[in-house]
């Protein structure tokens, strides 16, 4: 699902490619530490001359004291889903690094078995 609401259009520049690494890990991410059948919404707002992206899950989540770690480079959260589950956990450290460099801000939300949010903000120019 994809909303998109606001008041005005705001257009975000930078990278294109960079940008579709950030979304595609982060949806990526979405469905792959999700329960099968499970949900993922993106939104999308303007406000106050920044973009702010939502994408959020009903999966497996993460439990708090892990949130701190999650964008350091070869972090997994849990030891024993890492193994069923493919990846190197360099994503998250991509995409920050990306979003810093973007001039972007990202905060994470999860608690196990109740999902992740993750908000990322974009400063933008009204169209």
């Known amino acids: 699902t994809v909303a998109v609401t606001g008041d005005k259009d705001l257009q975000v520049h930078g990278s294109p490619d960079l940008l579709y690494r950030v979304f595609f890990n982060l949806i990526e991410n979405a469905v792959k530490y999700n329960h099968e059948g499970g949900?993922?919404?993106v939104?999308?707002?303007a406000k106050n001359g920044?973009?702010?992206i939502v994408v959020e899950d009903s999966g497996i989540g993460m439990e708090e004291e892990v949130l701190p770690h999650?964008?350091?480079p070869f972090f997994r959260a849990d030891s024993s889903r890492s193994?069923?589950?493919p990846g190197l956990g360099l994503g998250l450290a991509v995409v920050r690094l990306i979003l810093e460099r973007h001039g972007g801000e990202i905060q994470v939300r999860s608690r196990t078995g109740g999902g992740t949010a993750v908000?990322?903000?974009l400063t933008g120019?009204?169209?």
């Open 39 to 41: 949900n993922v919404d």
């Open 70 to 72: 999650i964008f350091e």
């Open 50 to 52: 920044s973009a702010c």
């Open 43 to 45: 939104a999308v707002t």
């Open 83 to 85: 193994q069923r589950i």
């Open 125 to 127: 120019s009204t169209v």
């Open 119 to 121: 908000t990322i903000t």
